[in-house]
């Protein structure tokens, strides 16, 4: 159901509003000062995502400061194989570690702790009432392929050779991963929706790391049986599927998966993507996350070239994957005075 008083909300319902609704990636974290404030205070990531008053708090930050249409939960893709049994931690300047690696050890032994997932849901309760009214909320969760090479590794890696080389070696194997995570995440993002959020994401950060099989096989097909069973439950909730790295599998996705709104990354051409996708699909994206670091004369060249390829779509203005570290805030608020001119 369109909703006329939330602009994001309304575009991911089909809606074409006087204004392209904005909202960025990872706009919760580190390039904020009062983030980074509020991270050295609480100590690890972990901590601060479980900490309910903390990660509300970090959810809001960019809404006070930037006043965007969209507010992100904070929180992370890997509370899933978290609460399938999984230990988590965040290494100092290394990232996430999963344990025990997957490669090594069976699923079946691991002890399935759902009740990990409850901070998430009270964070959600926590935010949604102190956001605008216009804003939408949206929830999130990592799509299994993603969520599973670091299940299997232990940790992320550029190629995920090692998730790659599992699944050819033990395909039944690598498939009851998939499935594990899938049906945990079609009930993680079900709490979402109870606890508050109007829409959610489905983050597959390596898609692109598949060949055309690969991808049908472990993106695709997962994809489309938590599209199915989460609309099953919530059919007015709006999807958005971020298969990152896509490219030309783009349209095949848009096809089969059953997502709402599909999320762009920034080595799609938004004029290839507006002639190849159904018109009346609502994209999102897709400005390079660099050029947003750049400002200036290049990162106004890339908001008119995104804005004028899909003028007669709609579209949701974001970044083609998060924002990093050392993006200035200034160039954030010329982005937006850009989008909104």
Known sequence: MPSRNKPLLDVMNGGNPGKTPIWLMRQAGRYLPE??????????FLELVYDTDAAAEVTLQPIRRFGFDGAILFSDILIVPHA?????????????????????????????????????????DKVKGQLPAETT????????????????AGQGSREQAEARRYAYRDPEAFQGIVDAVGAM???????????????????DSWAGSLSPAQFEQWVIAPTARIVAAFKARHPDIPVIGFPKGAGGKLPAYARETGVDVIGLDETVDPAWA?????PEL???????????????????????????????????FNLGHGILPDTPIAHVEYLLKLVRR
């Not at 999963?98 to 901070?119: C, K």
């Not at 400002?295 to 070239?305: H, I, M, P, T, W």
Request: net charge negative.
């Open 274 to 278: 507006a002639a190849a996708l159904p």
């Open 185 to 203: 995440t079609v009930d993680y993002l079900s709490g979402q929706v109870a606890a508050g959020v109007d829409a959610v994401q489905l983050f």
């Open 137 to 152: 909320f949206l929830g999130f969760a990592g799509s299994p392929w993603t969520v599973a090479t670091y299940m299997v």
């Open 282 to 316: 609502p994209l999102q994206g897709n400005l390079d996350p660099l050029a947003l670091i750049a400002g200036g004369a290049a990162l106004e060249k890339a908001v008119d070239n995104i804005l004028s390829a899909f003028a007669n779509r709609p579209h949701i």
């Open 35 to 44: 983030y980074r404030e509020l991270r050295a205070h609480k100590g690890g």
């Open 84 to 124: 399938l049994g999984m230990d988590l931690r965040f290494e100092a300047g290394e990232g996430p570690r999963l344990s025990p690696p997957l490669v090594d050890s069976a699923l079946a032994a691991l002890e399935a702790a759902p009740e990990r997932l409850a901070p998430v849901y009270e964070t959600v």
